[in-house]
């Protein structure tokens, strides 16, 4: 199986373990092409607005078959050329990464992004609040924040406030303590092995090791304790990653609860709705793969704080 799958020993086995006899489609679908998917910026207009502007560009396009705002470019092009990019009309995203941000629900009150990083969730986050009341996108690259600053221009988003935050230790807790018990939705979309983008990044399933998976776990209990102390209550906490391995999700929401009690798990299928929550499948939590849904995998869970 690990050769027919083109996976490292170690990740076969998690493979095996996480999808059981669908286990080969799984990785070989993990092997095929992706497809470039953009979402509309929902502040300058609707998926049908952007369909017509691409057409006009000569673009072929189809909608996601999940993502209300989503679009598959049939046509391959360079997007970062486009005119439509360049009015800040669209942003390349996957559709499970679409989704996972359609769990936040924000509301145009104070809302948080815990690790932002360029921004993609962040500006699909500021559409959701119309732009307005606060939306923090917090990471502790330097860089990847100016991106952000550069996109959200583009974008025409103005209620972000972009900060960057130390790794760790008393100043990292300093940087936190304005907005603790004070945001009523917070996003930890933690680093992770992806394990869900393979198709994208096909030689990063040779560089992870079991140490690094390790590693990961550690980090994403760390961040997720860590930012929950922003949470107000009776706001949420959302947690994704792009991983397919249950250890980086399942596990890790199931340890954050036992340690937790004052936190609960909300359905994903309570915010996306009747029709999309069949379509995605049941279970209180948004599972994502390739071989199913046609995303790159992901992982979505809603965590309730009690009143």
Same mark, same amino acid.
């Given at each position: 199986?690990?050769?027919?799958?083109?996976?490292?020993?170690?990740?076969?086995?998690?493979?095996?373990?996480?999808?059981?006899?669908?286990? &080969? !489609?799984? %990785?070989?679908?993990? $092997?095929? +092409? =992706?497809? *470039?998917?953009?979402?509309?910026?929902?502040?300058?207009?609707?998926?049908?607005?952007?369909?017509?502007?691409?057409?006009?560009?000569?673009?072929?396009?189809?909608?996601?078959?999940?993502?209300?705002?989503?679009?598959?470019?049939?046509?391959?092009?360079?997007?970062?050329?486009?005119?439509?990019?360049?009015?800040?009309?669209?942003?390349?995203?996957?559709?499970?990464?679409?989704?996972?941000?359609?769990?936040?629900?924000?509301?145009?009150?104070?809302?948080?992004?815990?690790?932002?990083?360029?921004?993609?969730?962040?500006?699909?986050?500021?559409?959701?609040?119309?732009?307005?009341?606060?939306?923090?996108?917090?990471?502790?690259?330097?860089?990847?924040?100016?991106?952000?600053?550069?996109? &959200? !221009?583009? %974008?025409?988003?103005? $209620?972000? +406030? =972009?900060? *960057?935050?130390?790794?760790?230790?008393?100043?990292?807790?300093?940087?936190?303590?304005?907005?603790?018990?004070?945001?009523?939705?917070?996003?930890?979309?933690?680093?992770?092995?992806?394990?869900?983008?393979?198709?994208?990044?096909?030689?990063?399933?040779?560089?992870?090791?079991?140490?690094?998976?390790?590693?990961?776990?550690?980090?994403?209990?760390?961040?997720?304790?860590?930012?929950?102390?922003?949470?107000?209550?009776?706001?949420?906490?959302?947690?994704?990653?792009?991983?397919?391995?249950?250890?980086?999700?399942?596990?890790?929401?199931?340890?954050?609860?036992?340690?937790?009690?004052?936190?609960?798990?909300?359905?994903?299928?309570?915010?996306?709705?009747?029709?999309?929550?069949?379509?995605?499948?049941?279970?209180?939590?948004?599972?994502?793969?390739?071989?199913?849904?046609?995303?790159?995998?992901?992982?979505?869970?809603?965590?309730?704080?009690?009143?």
């Amino acid at each position: 199986f690990p050769i027919a799958a083109s996976l490292p020993d170690f990740l076969a086995e998690r493979f095996l373990q996480t999808f059981g006899r669908d286990a &080969a !489609r799984a %990785a070989e679908a993990m $092997n095929e +092409r =992706a497809p *470039l998917v953009a979402r509309a910026n929902l502040l300058k207009g609707d998926r049908d607005a952007l369909a017509q502007r691409l057409k006009a560009e000569t673009v072929d396009v189809k909608p996601t078959p999940l993502s209300p705002m989503g679009l598959v470019l049939e046509t391959r092009i360079n997007a970062f050329s486009l005119e439509s990019f360049r009015d800040g009309l669209l942003e390349l995203q996957d559709e499970g990464s679409q989704l996972l941000g359609m769990l936040v629900d924000a509301p145009p009150t104070r809302v948080v992004d815990a690790c932002a990083g360029a921004g993609g969730k962040t500006l699909q986050l500021a559409a959701q609040m119309k732009n307005r009341g606060d939306l923090h996108a917090l990471d502790i690259d330097e860089r990847r924040m100016e991106d952000l600053k550069k996109r &959200a !221009r583009r %974008a025409g988003v103005h $209620n972000v +406030r =972009a900060q *960057l935050i130390p790794h760790e230790g008393p100043e990292a807790e300093g940087a936190l303590a304005p907005l603790k018990g004070k945001a009523d939705r917070v996003l930890v979309d933690a680093p992770c092995s992806g394990t869900g983008t393979l198709r994208r990044k096909p030689d990063a399933r040779y560089r992870l090791t079991p140490e690094d998976l390790e590693m990961h776990v550690g980090r994403q209990k760390a961040l997720l304790a860590r930012f929950a102390t922003l949470v107000k209550p009776g706001g949420r906490l959302i947690y994704g990653t792009c991983s397919v391995l249950r250890e980086e999700n399942e596990d890790v929401v199931e340890d954050f609860l036992a340690k937790h009690p004052d936190f609960t798990v909300k359905p994903v299928g309570e915010l996306l709705g009747a029709e999309l929550a069949e379509k995605v499948g049941p279970g209180p939590f948004l599972r994502l793969a390739p071989h199913t849904h046609g995303t790159d995998g992901f992982f979505g869970a809603v965590l309730v704080r009690a009143k």
